[in-house]
């Protein structure tokens, strides 16, 4: 008899202050729309290393972890799989510029951020600008 064993996934997002604001990216691939930075993690990689390497990745910028803000783990906050996300806050500095499955990256203020955010990012940013302070 065999048993299958299906564990929620492992991933990051970054919530990277930059130039007054907060950096999000338009994602290339479905579900299609604006999202914290992140990803998945890689095997034998920390959580910081993987939020910096996503924050990298997708957006150019260096950053610099401020400190873990909040893990989010509904089995519904991501629609393809169950994934377990550490949130970090991070400065970032250097040049913006979209890269990997970002299409396009962009700072944002909360009076301004869009209304297509996918995941449950929407809520870790109302997480985020409410207890921030």
Known sequence: MSLERRNPLPTVDIIIEYQGGI???RRKNPPHGWAIPGGFVDYGETLEDAAAREAMEETGLHVRIVRQFHSYSSPDRDPRFHTISTVFIAA??????????AADAAVFKEQSLPQDIVFDHKTILE???KGRY
């Open 92 to 101: 970032g500095s250097g040049k913006l510029l979209a890269a990997d499955d």
């Open 23 to 25: 950096v999000l990216v």
């Open 127 to 129: 997480d985020y600008f």
